[in-house]
Each structure stands twice: as structure tokens, then as C-alpha cells.
């Protein structure tokens, strides 16, 4: 079979390849039998189909053209060789349509197993490379068909057909564009994933709009979809890289783990130059990448290798300041020489960095360390792929002290398939010979063994080779002793190649070396001896005059080796040094004058050399000789030999013509020829990338994004900062805690939480000081033993859960002292900084080569200390992190418990997870137990109109934060007018400075996705001790999310946030009795809240209960027949969803509260208030 | 970033080709078929490869070569992890990985490589998730599919995918609720000719096998973990628990999987399970030559020593082996000039011995090297660095699983050089 095979394998390559319609029916009566014979269920459809198929293969008279479609199939053989004989006619046309006809009435059928049956077979047509794009009608129809998997298949073939089809396969957008709006998120993702395989350029723009939906649907699966699609779209339309870059920048924001891998390639795919979008998400992600599954680790890990060696500093660039100070690197990386060839390396970089550094010694940027330490257990991974990309990122971006670790991993790999041994091996070459000292401890796992591959052992020999030096070198050689015997030739002369860069690298060995060499050149194989004459050359090339004995030797052995690079090495090394070996030189040139004819091109041009030299040297004896030599040359077929023949005769043979040249001939030809230098192949080949394709390859690939040197000067570190408003800090950490249930894996309580918490803790400092959240954040990063380290990230997270606790119960206490805090957070670090110095003299093991690391160690350890002394330094952190004080927030932090109750999923317009479900609505009880009896006073005039003077005002701005300029804000529940679905917010101001305030208006405005704000016009002059009013619209879209905004004054800004309170995301609306007990009837079920509630003494009549429920929400009253029971309605203000309120009252105080709304978190939420309202 | 995939077979047909970005042809095949008739042997198929549009990445594995063609700059390892990963999962799904099981399965596995990848870029590569949406092929399945036209294909969608423990299926339900874990350690070895250790060192691997109901919260604990040097673990563990108390607390993936693998630390002097006494010689005149083996036990803890066997490839030039074996039985196979003597348990009484001549082919030169001794061996109940499980708890479920450990010695790559 395989010969036929063979025979037919070229011509139905080419067949299929112009898709001519014979290979296309050869190609599915072979496709049949693959499908038909695994699942014994489907042999009676294959003998039911049997005789018609006999029957096209007999009509058809098939055969296209001997026997097209043999294509790699062996299954396929039968019918193959029935082709054959059938021989190549030309009926294959008249047999095609009967035989798609079969196949496309099975698709037409109604039955879902025919339909499955169809699709399979087609299916299995496309995997093996055949066409059926004729069958494009038949099948898109059935793209909508209900069965799953013939759905499946269905998709399989579009995907595969579309681009060449791109008319038909429209027929099919209608169908994704309906899966997009489906509920359920995996037929969404799906639509997606298909929608956006199908290279339709038409359809650009429904892409386009798909993905932008997607990229904020609340689904975490459809998000990563989305970023799936992101690269495919902009391959199809590279034109539309803007607008995805807005995608991506969106989705990079994006806090779950799934969507992080995609979301970087997709970055690294449309947009790798825009840098800038990492910096907000960088610490993100570094804390997110333990969790991002396996291949997203790749991508980012090799992302921020990038990012990194533009954002800090070079780790090594003071080393050579530490190397002249304390020698105890030096033990750890072995030898002297490396150090040497490094000194030679950077030797100006290391001068200017000196004198750098003693300016300003380095400090490691606490992100730089952030990155280190979040990878570094990644080294553990079972995934190589990933190894490697830790294994790179430390290799370029670690201090060199640290990148030791790497090596253990790496040799691990080395245990793995041959594949991956081989590309971690080029990888180890590469780093070996940048430092060799962190192999050396491994030198025995690099020992070859006889069943290797060939490609394998060469470069094990690479690395050993790399790897020796003086003290290991014996044992080297004595395994190159052992691998010289080997079988395998190609290996052998490796290894001779491999002893003599040993020699010349190492000066000791070199006369080892040497006679181990010669002794070689007795060997019986031809190759070895050969290889080994090479080797010899360059050896002797370094000091010829002792070994004028080899030189003959090996002159002696023109005779017998034929190998033209071995011969050719002998001639140049005898015209070199014929004055060495005066007597044996023009006897050779003799023999080979007489062979020049039959030689290699390589060797005639050494045969002229050869000649040219005697002849300068000993021209008695060899003058004829070189004529003749220069004779045959001249008509030699090769012109580079003719050439060079003509040009050595001008040089040597002095003619009236030729001028001056010739009398430096001499000098010209026995110049002193410095000595090779035999160099590794992976010499500097570490300024690609490490592990990346170009790397291997050494050169560079397409798409390669270069890695950039370090920043001479480290750009701002700022920019990676996360303004994070305290309010959603607070809250995101409840959620988090709430999602560790879900997700108990990484994030259970000791295991995991460490980085998602100090992710908090990241982004609280973020706004404050630079070194104050870097000290906190590097705790671990450092170089303890593992079983320290390991005890310690355990305290660390138990501590990070005191420090949680501390931080809520601090946050309560904080408004009141906050000044004080403030202004006493100067002492405080000074007093810090007095226990840092007191710390490292204690720690010496902490006296590494940074300062960074002593200092964020001992930071920590100060907060394991004591209790007392972490929250002063929490409360200092918090005190720098946020300037403005928010009295209003104080509420939220009370309320926040019972409030993380609820899910409020589905009430955000998109729950990403960084949109922080808010617990922050006003709680009507604080409001009250601040207002106190304010309240009262508000009087309700009438029940059924709307109150809007009862609006409490709250505050936006306290006057001594404001520095005199206090601003409150109340809900006026007047229409607001510009937009109807707006909610009017009344922002009153009053200036009690003692200077007048101008400009005032509202900037960078922050909101959660749906929401909109219409800002209040500038007011431009507010007089000392005025007050004025502006009105501005808020669309909270139906949540009680805060709009987080700046108030800018001409000199100042603030930043502010108005949250507000459930009822006041409703307006009034008027039903009949009627209506209300109709739409009651059909909010019945899960939206429907009943409570029952005592009530308040004071508030048993009609008139107090009407008054309170009006207060707490903007309802209107509905009229009841019955005086035991009040009615409310209202719809919300965004999606106009009504809102209906009864409170039913009994006896002595009892009563049953009521809500129906269709937004149950809305409901649930007035329920908490009114009930509030009612009980109080 | 992984543009298309082929499998091509040992003869260098392509049997099933995917895309999943537009499709390339398969003359870009021929690149690497010249590079295959290069190297002579598969294995050394260098494993990327450079053509003027595309760079070619494969793998060989069980006879079969993956091939797979990038256009653009990608981490090599990335996309030979993810080709070995496809192979697993044939494996997984059909117990096997060969040309005959995927072109019996060829809807399934094309259906399998499109879940698995999403524009070149690995969707799901979990087993537990792929055999949520594409269920494994049985016997009583295919029957039922048959009368039924039921299919293949998962109806509900995985939720695997959507939780944060991707490597579990959500819903598992076992009436006997079991899990067995496997310490299998390998002992590396090269000795040299007088039988001195060259090189040594053991490397372990712990293969589970976990058929618990619900959402069970395993810790696995060591009697002595600081043996352990260096280790690679299976996504579901928990690192910073292994970091701080050197337990293994996990999540199981459901069925098999490798919880991790280990090596011991190089401090540890390694015990040789064995030791061999070896004597071949290749006499200069005349074209025959010796061989003499002896086998015998060094140090096995008390254990008995099986499935021994020697493996030796001979020169080309051997022709054929005329031996006497005491124990167990030898075949040289005269195509690919290897040896191997099977000699099954080890005996300490009667150490097992191999001898007699070789004949070499007339007029050729004698061979300068003697052929290396592969040696494998396995010792049961033993694990001989002595690594010691010393318990397993379970939390998270009511039900008391049954719990087994299992210890395994074996030769990883013992060679003996001669």
C-alpha cells in the first residue's frame, strides 16, 4: 500500500490543490469508510447506502485522472484501488451532483441522525484535507437546527468554507446575531466564537458590534470570547485597530483571571507597542497571574518581561560596585573568568553606572519586586512552556544573585520529551555562557547518554563546553573520552570540536587537549580524523613552534584523508609554518601538484596558497612547481581558483609590469595570522528574547517585538497607580471575601489570599506615597531559604487578615482624627525609619545587594512586631492615601455587613468585576440618627402630591476639607428636565472663606458603565460668604452606584461622589385603584416582597405612615377604598419599572408591608428603608 | 498563533489536517518532509523549522508526527506543550494515540481540536472540560447513539470552563468513592565500566487516580518532605500551602491525573537497586566477539527485583548472537541490531548470567565502542528514596472515601557503559 500510495501521493496533491471537481468525488467516496466503520451503529446505514453507492462508483466511471484523492488517506484504500482500475476516465462530472445529491438529501431530511450522519462525513472530508465546499447551500441551511452537535458540525464547516463562499454564508449572520442575545452565556460565547471565525469582510462591522457588546457582556466566559475575537477581526480588517484597541484597553481592565491571558494576547497581537495600557493594570496582573490558566501565563509572563525592561531600572547595574566590595558572589559563581568576561562586556556600561551609582545607589522599584516574586512559584508549573517564560523573565529582569533559582527548574524540564529538552537546551546554551555559574551545580545532568538523538547530545556538548572551566574541566574531558567512541559520527565530531574549544578557553588543559587530538588522528574513521585535523589547526595556530612534529605528522597524512576541509586544513597549516617543517613542505606541494586536478575547489585554492608561500620562502626548490601549480589553475573551470591564480602570479613572480606590490609580497603572505577564536554559536544570542521562536532560531521572526534595553533613567513610577475611591475599595474587598466561597481554590483563607489581598492593599497605598506602598508590598520577595520563606508568606497572610479587621474598625474611627493622623504621620515615619536601620543591623542576612529588600523586610517584620505598631503604620498608609475626607462614607462602612448579602448582580448594568456592587446606598436609619429629628420637621402637606421640599440635603463637601467652601447636595425630586431619565441633584454651595471662589465646576467624571451625568453649569464667581444653587442630572441606571466626579475650583479640586438612596431612583407615578391592584397581580411571585413589621407608636395613623414612606422613596400615593391600607406606586427613573408599595396596618401597631418590583434588588433594598422608616 | 496542525503518519502521509485561521496548503509540508529524509531517524527531526513563510513546529510522538504551522513570533515551548497536550488527549479519549484510533475517531478528534484552540490561541485543554463537551467514545455509549441517533456532543454546556477549579467537573457522582495515589520513583543512572556511578539521581512522580463524589478538598501530607528538592505540581495545588507546610492540599480533577512530579534531592546518595558485571569484546582477528552479563542485587530494602531486562544496541556490524541464558530468555533482532534479554525476577541465589559469542560481519573494521546496557528494572512497594506518604484527609464531604498509596520503583534511563 504505502508504495501505491507513494506513486499516487504527488499527482493528488496537485489534484486536490486546484480543486478540480474529480478530486472532490474521489475524495468523498474515500471519506466514507473512516466514518462509517469505527461505531458498529453505523453499519446499517452503510449497508442501506451500499448499492447506490456501488452504483455512483460504477456511473460515474470515476477515476478523475489516476485516481485523484489518494491524498495521505490510507483508509481510503479500497476505493482507490477501484479507482485505479476503473482507470482515469472523464465521467467524474456526471457522477458529482448524484453523489452531493446523496449527501445534501440527507441534510434536507428531517431526520437529525441523517443530518448528523451528513455532517460527519463532510466533516471527516474537510479533516482530511478535502474540498466539499459545494455543499455550502445544503449545509448552511441547517445552521439553525436545534440538534447540539449537528449544530456543531455545522459551524465546523462554516468556518472552514465561509471565506470562499462569502455570499451564502450571510445566510447564516442572522442566526449568531440571535445567539448573541441569548440568555444563556455559553450560546452567546459560542455565536461569538463562530461569528467571528467566519473571514467574511462584509460583515466587519456586525463584528465590530458583537464584540464591543461582548467585551461588556456580565459574563466572564463571553469577556475572554470577546478578546478571542479581538486578533481574528483585526486580521480580517486591519483598519479597525482603533476601535479595538478601546476594546482591549477596556478588557485589560478586567479583574477576572479568565479573561486575562486572552486579553494580553490579544494586546500582543493588535497593539504590542502601546505600552502605556499596561501601567494601570499592571499590578493586576501581576497578582492575578497565579490564577490565569496555564497558556494566559505564557503570554502575560512574557508581556511584562517587555514591559518591565521599559519601566525600571537595570538590577545589575551597580554589581560591579558590589563585586569590588564583598567577594562573596564571586564563590557563587564560580570562577574568576566569568567575571572577567563579564567586566569585559559592560566595561563602559559598569563606568558609567559606578559613577551612577554612587550618586545613587539602586533601589529595586517595588513593582520590579511585585514581578519577581509573583512568578517565581510559577517555576513550579507542570507546563514548560510556562517554566521558560518565568525561567526568561528572571533571566533578563532579576538581579543577578536571584536568578540562580531558575536552574533547577530548568534542568527538571530537561526529563520531559526530546522536543522540549532540545528548545530548553539552546535556551540553557544561551544562559550559560551570560552565567555559567548557576549551572554548575548541575553540570552531571547535562552527561549524554548513548540513546539521546543527535540533536540532543550536540547540545548537551554545548552547554558542558559551556560550562567548564578549570576546576571541572578533567571530569569534562573524561566524559568527552567516553562520547568520542560513540556510533554516532556527527556526535564525534561534535564532541572533537567541543574538546577544542576547552582548549583554547582553557590554557592548562591545552597541551591535554592537543596530544588527546593527535592521538585521533590515528583513529580508523575518516570523519574523526578529519574533524580532529581541523580542530588541530586552530589549536596550533596559537603557539606553532612547539609542535613542529605534529605539523609533520599530520603532513604525513595527505596520503589517505580524502575529507577536502581536513587536506585543505593541512596545506594552509604546512605553508604557514613551512619554515618549521623545511624539508617535508615542498614534497608535499609535489603530491599535490600532481593530484590538483582531482581535488576539492577548497583545496586547489590551498594548493596555490601553499605554492605562493614556498615559492617566497624556498623558491630554489619549489619555483617550477608553483609555475606549474599556477598553470593548471589558470584553466581550472572555477574562476574564484582562475582568479586568484592570476593574482597570486602578479604578486610573487616579479615582471617588469608589476610594481611595488610585489616586494611586500612576503609580508602579504607570512604576515602573522592572529589565532582563531573558536566561539560558541550561542554567543550573543541573548538579545533575543529568551524562549521566544527568533531566539531559537537566531534570527528574528515575524511579529518578534525586540526586548528593549533598560531605561537609562526609570520613567515614573506613578503611572501604575490605581486611583481607587475608598468607598469601592472597601467594598470590593467584601466581595471578594463573598466570591472566596465560590472559588475555594486559590483564594481560600491561608492558601491564596495573599495576593489578592495585597492587591487591596496595593491599590490603597497606590495614591500615597510611592515608597510607602512598595515597602509594604515587597515583603516575601526575598532570598530566604524555602522553608522560611515558606513560614513567613503564612504569617503574612494571617497578618493580612488582622490588618483587614484593623483597617475596618480604623476607617470608623477615622474621620474624627484624621487631621490628627495626618498631621502626625511625619513623626511617624520617622520613627519608622529609626526601626528600619535598628532592623538591618539585626537581620544581617538582609544585607543583599539591595536596599529594597533590607527595607521592605523590615518594614514587615515591624508589622509583625506588634499589633500597635501595624495600625499606626495602616493609618498613616490610609491617612496619605486619601486627602479629602468623606464624612458620608462612615454610613456606607456600617452598612456595608447585612448589605453583602444581597447579590446585586443582576442590578448592575454590567457586573465586571470591577464594577464593585455598591453597599453604599443611604441608609434612611443613619440619615435619620444624623439628622435626628429634623425629620419631623420636614412636613408632609399633603399625601398625595409629591413632596419636594421634604429633600434632605447631604453632604458633598465639609467646609474644613473644602477650606471654606462647603457643598451639600439634595435630591429636589423635580423632573429634571434635560433629560428625562435623569435624576435632578441639587447641589447647593455656600463659600464661608474669606476669599471668593471662582470656576466652580465638575471634571473626570468617573462612572460606572451605563451611568450618565449632565454637569451643572460653571458658576463662575461665588463671593466669600455666599451661597448659590445649581441643578445636575445623574442616570444612576437604576443603581445606587455613586458618581464619583472632581469639584474644581480655580485653585483646588476635590473629589466627591454623590450615592443615592434607593427611593430616590423612582419617580411618582399616578394609578387608579384599579390599575395598581392589576399590575399588583402580575408582580406577584419572586417580585414580590412582604414584611411584617410592628410599628411606631408615634406612626400608627394614616397621615404619619404616608408622610414617612413618602420621605423614604419619591413615590406618589395611590387612593385605597380601605383607610387600613396605603398605597404607593412609582416607576423607576432609568427603566421606568414599576414600583408599587402597600402597607396594610392591623391592630395595635401590626402591620404588612408590601413591595412589588420587577427589579428585586430595588425591592429588596426599599423594603430595608421603608421598614426603617416605619419602625423608627 | 498556531495557524494549522497536521498529523502526518511514519510513512509521511498526512492524515488530518485542522485550520483554524484561513487555510494553508499542504505543500507546506514538504519543508518539513525534507528535513524528516535529513535526519534519517524521526527522532532527530530538528523540532522547528524555517521555510521562507512559515515557521513549522512539531513534535513525534507514538510513531505519529504533529505538525503545526505558525506565521508569527510564539514562545516554541508553547506550542510543543500544547501539541503534546492534543496527544494526551487522544490518549485520554481512545486509550491510545495512532493513526488507526484517529482516523476511526476522526469527527471526534477534529471536533476535539476545534473546543481545544480558538484562533491558535488554547480555549480548553483541561480533560475534565473536554469530556464535558465532547464525551469519550464507549461501548454502551456508541450502542445507545446507534439506536437512539443520539451523539457525541455534550447537550449541556461544561460548566467546568466557567468556575474558577477549571480541571473539575461540577456534578461527579460515584457509588464507591476511591482514591489511589501511585509514588512511582525512576532511578537516572549512567555507570561506568567498572561499574562506578557516573551519574545518579531519582526523580518521582505521584499519578492519582481520584473517583470521589461532590467537591472534595484533599491534603496529602509526607512523613519526610524535606527528601524532596525540587517539584512541579498539577495546577489544582495549592502552592502556598506546599510552600509553608509542605502539604499537598488540592481540589481533584476528576479520574487520572499527575499531582506532581518530584526529584529527590542530589545530597541523598542514590541506592542502586542492582549491579552488573559486564565483559564485551570485539576480537581483532577473525570476525567474532564476546559477551558475558551478569546480573545481581546491590541494594533492594528487602524487596524482590522484576521485570528485569537488558537492552543492548549492538554495532551494525553484529550479525547475529549465539548466547546461553540462565534465566529468562534473550532475542536479537537482526534488523535494528538490538539485544534484549528478558530475565524477569531476580533471583540472589542464582544471579542470572548471559553469555556466549557474537558474530561480526567478515572484512569489517571492529567496532571501537562496546554497545551501552539499558537496564529496566521495577521493585514493587518500594519507594527507594525512601519518601514515605504519611496521610490523606479529605474535607469539603460527608462520605468516607476509600484511600490506597502505592509504591513503585522502577529504571528511568539506567544506563551502564561498557
Known amino acids: ?1176 | 498563533m498556531i495557524h494549522s496542525l497536521f498529523l502526518i503518519n511514519h510513512s509521511g502521509d498526512i492524515f488530518l489536517e485542522k485550520h483554524w485561521k484561513s487555510v494553508i496548503g499542504r505543500s507546506v509540508c514538504d519543508y518539513f518532509f525534507e528535513a524528516k529524509e535529513k535526519a534519517v531517524q524521526p527522532e532527530n527531526v530538528p523540532p522547528v523549522l524555517q521555510t521562507p513563510h512559515h515557521y513549522l513546529i512539531s513534535v513525534y510522538r507514538d510513531k505519529l508526527f504533529f505538525l503545526s504551522v505558525v506565521q508569527t513570533e510564539v514562545p516554541p515551548l508553547f506550542v510543543i506543550e500544547f501539541l503534546h497536550r492534543v496527544a494526551d488527549t487522544v490518549q485520554d479519549y481512545f486509550g491510545e494515540c495512532s493513526e488507526g484510533v484517529i482516523k476511526d475517531n476522526v469527527v471526534t478528534v477534529y471536533e476535539l481540536l476545534e473546543e481545544m484552540l480558538d484562533n491558535g490561541f488554547p480555549l480548553a485543554t483541561e480533560s475534565n472540560v473536554l469530556k464535558e463537551m465532547i464525551r469519550p467514545p464507549t461501548i454502551l455509549r456508541s450502542v445507545v447513539n446507534t439506536l437512539t441517533g443520539g451523539s457525541n456532543v455534550g447537550d449541556t454546556l461544561p460548566t467546568g470552563q466557567l468556575s474558577s477549579i477549571p480541571w473539575r467537573r461540577a456534578g461527579v457522582k460515584y457509588t464507591n468513592n476511591e482514591a489511589y495515589f501511585d509514588v512511582i520513583e525512576e532511578i537516572d543512572a549512567i555507570l561506568d565500566k567498572s561499574g562506578t556511578t557516573v551519574f545518579a539521581e531519582i526523580q518521582g512522580v505521584i499519578e492519582a487516580c481520584v473517583r470521589l463524589t461532590g467537591m472534595p478538598d484533599l491534603t496529602l501530607s509526607f512523613m519526610n518532605p524535606r527528601l524532596l528538592d525540587d517539584m512541579s505540581f498539577h495546577p489544582c495545588v495549592r502552592f502556598k500551602r506546599w510552600e509553608s507546610e509542605r502539604i499537598l492540599s488540592f481540589i481533584p480533577p476528576d479520574g487520572n491525573f499527575t499531582l506532581m512530579t518530584y526529584h529527590v534531592s542530589s545530597q541523598n546518595v542514590v541506592a542502586l537497586p542492582v549491579y552488573v558485571k559486564q565483559n564485551i569484546s570485539f576480537l581483532e582477528t577473525g570476525s567474532c566477539g564476546r559477551l558475558d552479563i551478569t546480573i545481581g542485587p546491590k541494594q533492594t530494602m528487602g524487596k524482590t527485583v522484576e521485570g528485569l531486562t537488558v537492552t543492548v544496541h549492538m554495532p551494525k556490524t553484529v550479525l547475529s548472537a549465539n548466547l546461553t541464558a540462565t534465566q529468562g530468555n534473550y532475542t536479537y533482532n537482526l534488523a535494528t541490531k538490538v539485544l534484549v534479554w528478558d530475565i524477569g525476577k531476580l533471583n540472589p541465589q542464582k544471579l542470572p548470567n548471559l553469555r556466549g559469542s557474537l558474530s561480526l560481519q567478515a572484512g569489517a573494521p571492529r567496532p571501537e565502542e562496546n554497545p551501552a546496557l539499558d537496564i529496566t528494572l521495577k521493585i514493587q512497594q518500594l519507594a527507594i528514596s525512601g519518601l514515605k506518604v504519611s496521610r490523606l484527609d479529605m474535607y469539603g464531604e460527608k462520605y468516607k472515601p476509600f484511600k490506597g498509596v502505592k509504591y513503585l520503583t522502577k529504571a528511568g534511563k539506567f544506563q551502564v557503559r561498557t
Open chain 1, 1 to 1176: 500500500m504505502t508504495t501505491m500510495q507513494k506513486l499516487l501521493q504527488l499527482p493528488v496533491n496537485a489534484v486536490n490543490m486546484v480543486k478540480t471537481v474529480q478530486s472532490q468525488v474521489q475524495g468523498q467516496e474515500e471519506d466514507k469508510s473512516p466514518v462509517l466503520s469505527p461505531d458498529g451503529g453505523q453499519h446499517s446505514w452503510y449497508s442501506a447506502l451500499q448499492p447506490d453507492e456501488l452504483r455512483h462508483l460504477r456511473s460515474g466511471g470515476t477515476g478523475g485522472g489516476g485516481g485523484g484523492g489518494g491524498g495521505g488517506g490510507g483508509g481510503g484504500d479500497q476505493e482507490e484501488r477501484s479507482a485505479l482500475e476503473d482507470g482515469g476516465g472523464s465521467g467524474g462530472f456526471q457522477s458529482q451532483p448524484l453523489r452531493h445529491d446523496d449527501l445534501k438529501e440527507m441534510l434536507d431530511s428531517n431526520k437529525d441522525s441523517l443530518k448528523l450522519e451528513a455532517m460527519k462525513r463532510i466533516v471527516a472530508m474537510i479533516a482530511r484535507g478535502k474540498n466539499a465546499s459545494d455543499l455550502f447551500p445544503a449545509v448552511v441551511k441547517n445552521v439553525a437546527c436545534k440538534n447540539i452537535e449537528v449544530k456543531k458540525l455545522v459551524y465546523v464547516y462554516l468556518v472552514r468554507y465561509a471565506e470562499e463562499q462569502q455570499d451564502l454564508a450571510l445566510l447564516s449572520i442572522s442566526t449568531f446575531q440571535r445567539g448573541l442575545k441569548d440568555p444563556n452565556q455559553l450560546i452567546r460565547a459560542s455565536a461569538l466564537r463562530v461569528l467571528s471565525s467566519i473571514r467574511v469582510t462584509i460583515i466587519v462591522p456586525i463584528m465590530m458590534l458583537a464584540i464591543k457588546e461582548a467585551a461588556s457582556d456580565m459574563s466572564p466566559y463571553v469577556r475572554k470570547t470577546a478578546a478571542h475575537a479581538i486578533p481574528k477581526l483585526y486580521s480580517l480588517d486591519p483598519e479597525q485597530k482603533d476601535q479595538l484597541i478601546e476594546v482591549i484597553e477596556k478588557l485589560l481592565a478586567d479583574k477576572t483571571t479568565l479573561v486575562a491571558g486572552s486579553v494580553v494576547m490579544a494586546f500582543e497581537e493588535v497593539c504590542p507597542e502601546r505600552i502605556d495600557l499596561i501601567h494601570k493594570n499592571y499590578r493586576k496582573l501581576c497578582n492575578l497571574l497565579i490564577d490565569v490558566e496555564e497558556w494566559g501565563q505564557v503570554v502575560i509572563i512574557n508581556m511584562l518581561t517587555r514591559y518591565a525592561r521599559t519601566q525600571f531600572l537595570n538590577p545589575n547595574i551597580n554589581e560591579s560596585l558590589l563585586e569590588e566590595g564583598g567577594g562573596g558572589e564571586k564563590t557563587f559563581y564560580g570562577s574568576d573568568e566569568d567575571e572577567d568576561d563579564d567586566d569585559e562586556d559592560d566595561k563602559e556600561k559598569k563606568a558609567e553606572a559606578a559613577t551612577l551609582a554612587k550618586r545613587k545607589p539602586y533601589v529595586m522599584d517595588p513593582d520590579h519586586r511585585l514581578l519577581l516574586r509573583n512568578t517565581k512559584p510559577l517555576l513550579q508549573s507542570r507546563n514548560a512552556a510556562v517554566v521558560m517564560a518565568v525561567a526568561q523573565l528572571y533571566f533578563h529582569l532579576a538581579p543577578k544573585a536571584e536568578i540562580g533559582v531558575i536552574a533547577k527548574a530548568l534542568v527538571r524540564l530537561l526529563r520531559s520529551h526530546s522536543e522540549v529538552q532540545y528548545v530548553v537546551l539552546q535556551n540553557v546554551a544561551t544562559m550559560t555562557i551570560k552565567r555559567r555559574g548557576m549551572f554548575e551545580p548541575y553540570l552531571k545532568s547535562f552527561y549524554i547518554r548513548s540513546t539521546d538523538p543527535t540533536q540532543i547530545k550536540v547540545l548537551k556538548l554545548e552547554v558542558l563546553t559551556n560550562l567548564a572551566n578549570e576546576t571541572n574541566i578533567s571530569t569534562i574531558l573524561r566524559e568527552f573520552q567516553t562520547y568520542i567512541k560513540s556510533m554516532d559520527k556527527d556526535f564525534v565530531a561534535a564532541t572533537i570540536q567541543a574538546i577544542g574549544r576547552c582548549a583554547t578557553n582553557i590554557g592548562e588543559v591545552r597541551d591535554t587537549c592537543l596530544n588527546g587530538l593527535v592521538q585521533l588522528l590515528s583513529n580508523r574513521d575518516e570523519l574523526v580524523v578529519a574533524e580532529s585535523v581541523v580542530v588541530i589547526k586552530k589549536l596550533l595556530q596559537m603557539q606553532p613552534e612547539k609542535h613542529s612534529d605534529i605539523i609533520k605528522h599530520m603532513a604525513k597524512l595527505t596520503d589517505n584523508i580524502q575529507v577536502p576541509m581536513a587536506r585543505a586544513s593541512i596545506l594552509w597549516l604546512i605553508g604557514e609554518y613551512c619554515e618549521h617543517v623545511p624539508k617535508i613542505a615542498p614534497d608535499v606541494l609535489r603530491k599535490m601538484a600532481k593530484s590538483f586536478t582531482n581535488e576539492e575547489d577548497i583545496v586547489k585554492l590551498q594548493i596555490i596558497n601553499l605554492s605562493a608561500k614556498l615559492y617566497l620562502t624556498n623558491s630554489k626548490q619549489t619555483k617550477l612547481l608553483t609555475q606549474y601549480v599556477l598553470n593548471l589553475a589558470k584553466y581550472d573551470q572555477n574562476y574564484d581558483i582562475r582568479d586568484r591564480a592570476r593574482f597570486i602570479r602578479q604578486l610573487i613572480v616579479p615582471t617588469e609590469k608589476s610594481g611595488a606590490l610585489s616586494k611586500y609580497a612576503k609580508k602579504l603572505f607570512l604576515a602573522l595570522k592572529p589565532a582563531p577564536v573558536l566561539e560558541s554559536p550561542f554567543k550573543d544570542r541573548d538579545h533575543f528574547q529568551l524562549g521566544s521562536l527568533s531566539h531559537l532560531l537566531n534570527a528574528k521572526a515575524g511579529g518578534y517585538q525586540e526586548l528593549p534595553d533598560w531605561p537609562e533613567a526609570a520613567p515614573d513610577p506613578s503611572v501604575r497607580n490605581v486611583e481607587v475611591p475608598e468607598w469601592t475599595k472597601c467594598s470590593s474587598r467584601e466581595k471578594r471575601k463573598e466570591k472566596k466561597v465560590e472559588k475555594p481554590f486559590y483564594s481560600d483563607s491561608e492558601g491564596e489570599s495573599g495576593p489578592t489581598e495585597s492587591a487591596d492593599s496595593e491599590l490603597d497605598s497606590a495614591s500615597g506615597s510611592e515608597s510607602g506602598s512598595g515597602s509594604e508590598e515587597s515583603g516575601s520577595g526575598s532570598e530566604s531559604d524555602e522553608s522560611e520563606e515558606g513560614s513567613e508568606s503564612e504569617q503574612e497572610s494571617e497578618e493580612d487578615k488582622e490588618e483587614d479587621k484593623k483597617k475596618k474598625k480604623k476607617e470608623l474611627k477615622k474621620p474624627v482624627r484624621e487631621s490628627e493622623s495626618e498631621q502626625s504621620s511625619e513623626e511617624e515615619e520617622e520613627t519608622k525609619r529609626e526601626k528600619k536601620s535598628k532592623q538591618r543591623k539585626s537581620d544581617s542576612e538582609s544585607e543583599s545587594d539591595e536596599e529594597e529588600e533590607s527595607e521592605s523586610e523590615s518594614s514587615q517584620s515591624e508589622s509583625e512586631d506588634s499589633e500597635s505598631e501595624a495600625e499606626v503604620k495602616k493609618k498613616k498608609k490610609a491617612a496619605d492615601s486619601k486627602p479629602p475626607p468623606k464624612p458620608v462614607k462612615t454610613e456606607n462602612k456600617k452598612e456595608k455587613k447585612e448589605m453583602s448579602l444581597l447579590d446585586l448582580d443582576d442590578f448592575e448594568p454590567s457586573p465586571s468585576p470591577q464594577v464593585t456592587p455598591v453597599n453604599t446606598f443611604m441608609s434612611n436609619s443613619l440619615v435619620t440618627d444624623l439628622e435626628g429629628l429634623s425629620l419631623s420637621d420636614s412636613v408632609l402637606s399633603s399625601a398625595t402630591i409629591t413632596p419636594s421640599s421634604a429633600s434632605k440635603s447631604y453632604e458633598l463637601l465639609h467646609r474644613i476639607t473644602g477650606e471654606g467652601l462647603s457643598v451639600e447636595y439634595c435630591f429636589s425630586r423635580q423632573p429634571f428636565s434635560p433629560d428625562g431619565n435623569m435624576v435632578a441633584v441639587q447641589v447647593q454651595f455656600n463659600n464661608s472663606a474669606a476669599s471668593e471662589t471662582k470656576n466652580l465646576h465638575m471634571e473626570d467624571v468617573k462612572l460606572q458603565c451605563g451611568m450618565r451625568v449632565k454637569e451643572f453649569p460653571e458658576i463662575e464667581l461665588l463671593p466669600a460668604g455666599e451661597a448659590a444653587t445649581a441643578v445636575m442630572g445623574i442616570d444612576f441606571c437604576d443603581s445606587t452606584q455613586a458618581a464619583n466626579f472632581q469639584l474644581c475650583t480655580h485653585t483646588k479640586k476635590f473629589f466627591v461622589s454623590i450615592q443615592p438612596p434607593v427611593g430616590e431612583l423612582m419617580r411618582p407615578v399616578f394609578l387608579t385603584e384599579n390599575e395598581f391592584k392589576k399590575e399588583q397581580g402580575q408582580l406577584m411571585g419572586m417580585n414580590e416582597i412582604t414584611e411584617r413589621l410592628t410599628l411606631d407608636a408615634k406612626c400608627r395613623n394614616e397621615h404619619t405612615i404616608v408622610q414617612r414612606v413618602t420621605t423614604a422613596a419619591n413615590l406618589s400615593r395611590v387612593p385605597c377604598g380601605s383607610d387600613k391600607e396605603c398605597r404607593f406606586a412609582g416607576r423607576t427613573v432609568t427603566s421606568g419599572s414599576l414600583v408599587l408599595v402597600s402597607v396594610v396596618t392591623k391592630e395595635e401597631g401590626a402591620a404588612q408591608l408590601t413591595v412589588n418590583c420587577e427589579k428585586m434588588v430595588i425591592g429588596t433594598m426599599l423594603v430595608k428603608d421603608i421598614l426603617l422608616a416605619l419602625t423608627q
